[in-house]
């Protein structure tokens, strides 16, 4: 047996941190899935979808000229929190910050009753009760909308509705819970 025969192979250094956080995310196409998410989001934030469709677009500008070593630690969130703080950019540059306002029409949740061909008194009637659950969701003070959306329609974890918004994960918890009080006890009334 010769000495090279007898000596582990070299493995390739690792990559860097940054460079395994980002790797999934490189390229228009690997973004894509996080395009309906933080689309919907804008568009609660911005009552409007061209608007909200010009602040994903400069999201996935930002995510895209990433460096090297400017990886985050968890990318949704920090996508999240980009899309965010650009939403309240243009609306700060509007001079008008508004109320979190309830989208006009839920079409992912026509697209599924037309996909499990409820009929039409079902449809009807979700379509009742997802107006509700809207109207009241608006009634709610905006830091509570937010966390609502960010759990339900981000599908964000605490942690990532703490980095996105800046509270702490405690307080986003008590917000998330004072907000479904608050809901089931207006939607039980109903």
């Not at 942690?159 to 207006?186: E, F, M, N, W």
Request: a positive charge; one cysteine or more; glycine letters at 6%.
């Amino acid at each position: 047996m010769t000495p090279t025969d007898s000596a582990p192979p070299e493995s390739p250094a690792p990559p860097a941190a940054a460079d395994v956080e980002l790797e999934p995310f490189r390229g228009r196409g690997r973004l894509e899935p996080f395009w309906g998410p933080l689309l919907r989001y804008a568009g609660h934030l911005l009552r409007d979808p061209g608007r909200a469709q010009d602040a994903v677009q400069d999201t996935f500008a930002r995510a895209l000229r990433l460096g090297e070593g400017e990886a985050p630690r968890d990318f949704r969130a920090w996508l999240f929190t980009v899309c965010r703080h650009r939403c309240f950019d243009v609306l700060r540059k509007e001079r008008r910050m508004t109320l979190l306002a309830p989208s006009p029409r839920n079409l992912e949740h026509a697209a599924a009753a037309h996909a499990n061909q409820a009929g039409p008194a079902d449809t009807a009637e979700a379509n009742d009760t997802f107006a509700a659950i809207r109207r009241h969701l608006a009634a709610l003070p905006a830091n509570q909308q937010d966390v609502v959306r960010l759990r339900f329609q981000g599908e964000m974890t605490y942690r990532q509705i703490a980095d996105a918004t800046g509270h702490s994960v405690s307080h986003v918890g008590v917000l998330l819970h004072t907000a479904i009080k608050t809901l089931r006890s207006q939607l039980t009334d109903c």
